[in-house]
């Protein structure tokens, strides 16, 4: 049976893997678990969706991680259940040195943490997250944030891509049944990132301020026609008891011959009462067909203005392939396909909140850094595959905009850099020595650093923004990518390089390592 308590012990310090606790110990052993290093927290490739594939992500969950740390301390709950762990033979796994320091000494506050803010385009190897703190510390929370903004961002990034194909449009995030368990309020939320504009997630909606978004069940009328009444009778039922909310559900028997007809005379009666129909929608069937012939049937009736919505199995690629149909079906029936286009609104559920297609992003955290006196000592880990091993040392992250004020390349360089006072700087590709060039100052027209200072002394010191700032972020931040970048297929690689200066001190280490 699982108690009242068990969420809050899954949900807390515990919310880790078990070999972050032993490395945990083994540092506490040896007297290293104080030790200032640095973590960056970085994906090494975009979401692919099999058929298609993401060319930028948008970065997603950082708010809800720092209130994770801020919240989280290891109860005496949690130390009773680390100290009932058992080796192989028998012995306690964790000793009780060990376990003091975690109940007194594990604040996931005391860290420095640096960050891309939420609603801003990431792209592969740049660290989104850097954490310097002491190692103990810094090992244990591995876990929990990859878990947390690894999953936000892929949502997040999913919901930008519908929301690109959709215009304007409303979108609807529908996916709280189908979700991963409670990571469906998570996805909601990276969701209204992305450009949803509501979810019918209830509590995340009123916890952000967004009223939630519904229709009715087809159960409704499946229930009325069980006890000897009709579709029309249940529609009429959930008109009167919410006439200025009425979205009506049409294809529970026959969409074209029994759903819109009944649901054109349900609005009439509302009409008459002086309400205004909101809309229809489809959950089955060819959308797209269906879809024209719904608004000339509206049209013909006097509802020009009522909305059509669409659900089922919803993502950026089929409403791309139903906005195609409608655009050469709806003018053979004599229709603007514009003006319908404009009339659709989605309701995106099982396919966003699963991010189907690519249920996971590859996000990583890797050490990158030691503090070697005043200094920060770069460390590398060397891997046959070149892309995988990561950038090393102290590091700033830049984003160089062209004459045309287009995200040009992202640029990585240690701390100390400052590409923006010289007159031209190389860029170098992470791991191929080929691909390298030569920018000059005078042919941008900003760089901007990304990272801001987030954690520093127990103290947040940031200012977190709203869900609407947030989105304006990713709004802007998307239009200043290229097309090219933003293409649902086959997108336009975006460069992300590293300073020569980083670039050699890396083969460096590298060679050392060999040696």
Not at 271 to 290: F, M, T, V, Y
Not at 362 to 381: F, I, Q, T
């Amino acid at each position: 049976m699982f108690e009242k308590h068990s969420q809050k012990i899954t949900e807390g310090p515990l919310y880790t893997d078990q070999y972050q606790l032993a490395m945990a110990q083994l540092y506490f052993h040896h007297g290293l678990h104080e030790k200032p290093v640095q973590f960056d927290h970085f994906f090494r490739h975009y979401p692919d969706y099999g058929i298609h594939k993401a060319g930028y992500c948008i970065n997603a969950g950082l708010e809800w991680l720092i209130d994770w740390m801020k919240n989280t301390r290891f109860s005496e709950e949690d130390i009773s259940l680390l100290r009932s762990q058992r080796s192989g033979t028998g012995k306690k796994l964790f000793d009780e040195a060990f376990l003091s320091w975690l109940k007194s000494g594990c604040d996931f506050m005391a860290v420095t943490l640096q960050a891309i803010p939420e609603g801003r385009v990431v792209h592969p190897d740049v660290p989104l997250t850097v954490v310097q703190g002491q190692l103990g510390i810094a090992q244990i929370l591995e876990t929990p944030l990859l878990n947390q903004l690894n999953f936000q961002i892929l949502i997040a990034t999913k919901a930008s891509r519908i929301r690109q194909v959709c215009g304007k449009q409303l979108v609807i995030e529908f996916g709280a049944r189908r979700g991963q368990d409670r990571g469906a309020v998570a996805g909601a939320r990276a969701a209204l990132i992305g450009g949803a504009d509501y979810t019918s997630n209830v509590g995340i909606s009123h916890v952000l301020g967004y009223p939630p978004k519904g229709t009715h069940a087809h159960s409704m009328v499946q229930l009325f026609l069980a006890l000897g009444m009709s579709e029309l009778d249940a529609f009429r039922a959930f008109a009167e008891l919410y006439p200025d909310d009425c979205i009506l559900l049409v294809d529970t028997i026959d969409t074209l011959e029994s759903g819109i007809p009944n649901a054109i005379r349900t609005f009439e009666e509302l009409r008459k009462k002086g309400h205004k129909p909101l809309g229809i929608r489809l959950d089955s069937g060819d959308l797209a067909h269906l879809s024209v012939r719904a608004a000339k049937m509206l049209n013909a009736s006097g509802f020009p203005e009522v909305q059509i919505v669409l659900s089922n199995e919803l993502d950026e690629m089929n409403i791309w392939q139903i906005l195609t149909q409608i655009s050469q079906e709806a003018p053979k029936h004599g229709m603007d396909p514009d003006e319908l286009a404009g009339r659709l609104a989605y309701g995106v559920g099982t396919r966003l909140i699963t991010s189907a297609g690519c249920s996971a992003l590859g996000g990583v955290y890797k050490l990158v850094a030691v503090e070697n006196g005043a200094h920060w000592m770069p460390v590398v880990k060397i891997s046959e595959s070149l892309e995988k091993i990561p950038n090393p040392g102290n590091k700033k992250i830049w984003r160089i905009y062209d004459q045309r004020g287009k995200a040009n390349a992202d640029l990585i360089g240690f701390h100390d850099e400052d590409p923006g006072a010289q007159e031209q700087f190389l860029l170098c590709h992470p791991w191929d020595q080929s691909k390298r060039r030569v920018m000059k100052s005078q042919g941008t027209s900003r760089i901007e650093q990304l990272l801001i200072e987030v954690l520093r002394e127990e103290k947040i010191v940031c200012d977190f923004p709203s869900i609407d700032e947030i989105r304006a972020l990713r709004e802007t931040d998307t239009e200043r990518l290229d097309n090219g970048v933003r293409r649902l297929m086959n997108p336009h690689t975006y460069h992300v390089s590293i300073t020569g200066k980083l670039w050699e001190r890396k083969q460096r280490l590298i060679q050392q390592l060999k040696e």
